[in-house]
């Protein structure tokens, strides 16, 4: 879409500042088509500590894009990000920020006589959204951008074949560098000064995802989900190659839930985290046009069928 | 704070109001003016914070969102500079009317200080205070160290991508488009010739040392012990982040010197 047909775009649609919440201090934009909306309220949530715009401006496009197309569109920031006050001196952010979607979905419930929502996130967005799915049967559909799930032996499989590709790897065998070197000298109590450097902390796998405890939690969480009749998109990106690193993972790391056809699946390898490239952004939103359509065909037909019940 | 629309319909901006909390004998207002890409990213949290500090000693403040840029309306191919220096008077004017100010102070970061600047030198009788945080001195050497940082991004070493020409041209910068245009006005930036039309109480914050800080401390001149002109602060800068070491980090030493200097 070029910018003039993005301003084109723009003018089919409205934008407002809407403060939510029982303190009214939740910081959202609301946009939505100037015609009567024809598409399923989509709320857009933080990524990160990064406010309600998105990286790149990303969140703004795509509200912008579908409220365009008939949605209305909130984007609004958790309590301490963005222009929102914490919300709770007493809950744990992750329930004050469930709150506060839940306060979100009351507010479109009341004031645009919708019921149904569907959540988009990226990473710790992602999490969000399939937890309130699982435990919000209004949530007909999330997009889910790089959730958090365990790593599994495939996952670990594939990266050992994938460093047997890298040079480094070859050259540190046989040089005594590296971190299989340092944790071996390590192990059997003879380090070398070196060696403190050398075993790399990656900070950014995260291990405890593979306890059974949080297994569980998962596993409960998409069937919860599944069971509340949500249908998921769920897109993996290279970027976070250190937590994921092909397509099924999900699939392998939650083995007990039954997503029945509810599940799109996509591993985007050559993709950052964060879609900085405007070619990345454009594949993502072309998966959204085409699992949004699905979305509300379905939703049309299970009308259609309720009102010839009826 | 109030988050609200201003502007006209083809040129709505967003922005955010925090009103003074503490009062002071007479009416003091703030306009801030955020970075550019993704710099504004990443220093909005710390904007936030210098607002609500200014506010808690008794400024009336603005951050706003140039067209183009952040929840205003326009796409990011749309920026212009002289888009933006009519951005900062307009919401300058609005300030002044929310809080019966009679004149405005404007706090730039990054290429906000180098609008700020313009805006005060083409505006000498609007702005009473000038706050120059890190800002680009040099738009040649910023321009440079835009695709320096595209070309060395944590995702990898890669040549920032070229956009078609048909939407504008230019490259793909950390997320944002720099278009042939929008590249070309902002080399043009040069703070230094501005310096003997900036107002009198002006300051320069700066957290790390730029190649032109030599030519431009030249410039500025010394200050005196109850005029500082130039305070170098060796804190993190708000505008870049190195995820995921200091994702978040505020500069709260720049934002203490910055109220401290403003009261």
């Known amino acids: ?310 | 704070m109030s988050p609200f629309y201003f502007g006209t319909p083809k040129r709505r901006l967003f922005g955010v109001y925090h009103p003074a909390i503490t009062s002071r004998a007479t009416v003091r207002a703030a306009v801030l003016c955020y970075p550019w890409g993704h710099e504004y990213i990443y220093a909005h949290r710390s904007m936030v914070k210098l607002a609500s500090v200014l506010a808690e000693s008794g400024f009336h403040v603005l951050r706003f969102d140039y067209f183009g840029t952040g929840d205003s309306a326009g796409e990011s191919t749309q920026v212009t500079l002289d888009g933006c220096h009519k951005d900062i008077l307009m919401a300058a004017e609005e300030l002044m009317d929310m809080s019966g100010a009679e004149s405005i102070s404007l706090i730039g970061l990054r290429l906000g200080a180098s609008l700020a600047a313009e805006v005060a030198v083409a505006d000498r009788r609007l702005v009473d205070r000038l706050v120059l945080w890190d800002p680009v001195i040099s738009g040649a050497d910023y321009v440079e160290s835009l695709y320096h940082s595209a070309a060395n991004m944590p995702i990898g070493k890669a040549a920032p991508p070229e956009r078609p020409v048909e939407k504008g041209g230019g490259h793909e910068i950390c997320g944002f488009p720099l278009t042939d245009a929008q590249r070309e006005q902002i080399a043009r930036i040069d703070l230094i010739p501005l310096v003997p039309r900036l107002p009198r109480k002006t300051v320069t914050v700066v957290t790390r040392a730029a190649a032109a800080h030599e030519r431009y401390l030249a410039a500025i001149g010394d200050g005196t012990e109850t005029e500082e002109r130039f305070l170098s602060i060796p804190d993190h800068p708000a505008w870049h982040e190195n995820w995921p070491l200091d994702a978040g980090t505020m500069p709260v030493d720049v934002i203490h010197r910055i109220k401290e200097w403003m009261t």
Request: proline share 4%; net charge positive.
């Open chain 1, 1 to 310: 879409m070029s910018a003039d047909e993005k301003t084109s775009a723009q003018s089919k649609i409205t934008e407002q500042v809407v403060l939510f919440g029982a303190k009214s201090s939740l910081c959202g934009l609301l946009a939505r088509p100037v015609d009567a909306a024809t598409g399923l309220p989509i709320v857009l949530l933080n990524t990160g500590i990064i406010h309600r715009v998105g990286h790149h401006r990303m969140n703004v496009t795509i509200a912008r894009r579908y409220a365009a197309k008939g949605h209305p569109v909130v984007r609004f920031d958790f309590g301490g990000i963005g222009d929102s006050p914490v919300q709770s001196e007493t809950l744990a952010p992750l329930d004050a920020n469930l709150a506060s979607i839940t306060e979100v979905c009351d507010w479109i419930e009341s004031n645009l006589d919708q019921s149904s929502f569907i959540l988009m996130g990226l990473c710790s967005g992602a999490d969000h959204a399939i937890i309130q799915a699982s435990r919000d049967p209004r949530i007909a559909g999330v997009v889910l951008v790089d959730p958090s799930i365990p790593r599994t032996f495939r996952f670990f499989l594939n990266n050992f074949v994938r460093d047997l590709s890298r040079r480094v790897v070859w050259v540190n065998l046989a040089t005594g560098r590296g971190n299989t070197w340092a944790r071996l000298r390590r192990l059997i109590g003879r380090p070398r000064g070196s060696d403190a450097t050398e075993i790399r902390k990656e900070p950014f796998a995260r291990p405890e995802l593979e306890h059974p405890e949080v297994i569980s939690f998962l596993e409960k969480t998409y069937q919860d989900a599944v069971d509340n009749g949500a249908r998921i998109l769920a897109v993996f990106t290279g970027g976070h190659d250190f937590q994921h690193n092909y397509r099924r993972q999900l699939l392998d790391a939650l083995p007990r839930v039954k997503f029945r056809n509810q599940l799109d699946l996509h591993f985007y390898a050559d993709c950052d985290h964060t879609f900085n490239y405007e070619r990345h952004r454009t594949r993502l939103l072309a998966e959204l046009d085409g699992w949004l359509g699905k979305l509300m065909a379905s939703q049309n037909e299970r009308r259609e069928a309720r009102r010839e019940t009826n």
